[in-house]
């Protein structure tokens, strides 16, 4: 069941310019349902051969919702985007990374 809220987070480039001249980025929140899921043994293996450090996977019941993000928020931690899988549901499987905390006042509502 898709019972626990996400918000892929995407991040926008402004007109505006910062002190150094470079365009100011804006996120933007797309809030979802999802299924979470841990990471298996085998999956977890795999990727350590490969350098990465996988820690949870959330599964989207619609892939059309995904468009690109690099990372997302569950709870107050801020995951980055490891791989995505599409399903022969139309699910999308999104494995993340690299958790950082007490991001939840960002987001609101």
């Known amino acids: ?51 990465a450090k996988p820690e949870i996977k959330f599964v989207i019941p619609d892939c059309l919702d995904y468009s690109g993000q690099q990372q997302l928020i569950y709870g107050d931690i801020r995951y980055q985007v490891l791989r995505t899988y599409q399903t022969d549901k139309n699910e999308l499987e999104i494995t993340c990374y690299g958790g950082v905390r007490n991001v939840s006042a960002a987001v609101s509502g």
């Open 1 to 51: 069941m898709y019972n626990e809220i996400i918000y892929l987070v995407r991040e926008i480039r402004t007109e505006e310019k910062d002190q150094y001249g470079d365009p100011v980025k804006v996120p933007e929140y797309t809030k979802l349902f999802a299924k979470v899921k841990s990471i298996g043994q085998k999956e977890f293996y795999q990727a350590q051969t490969a350098g």
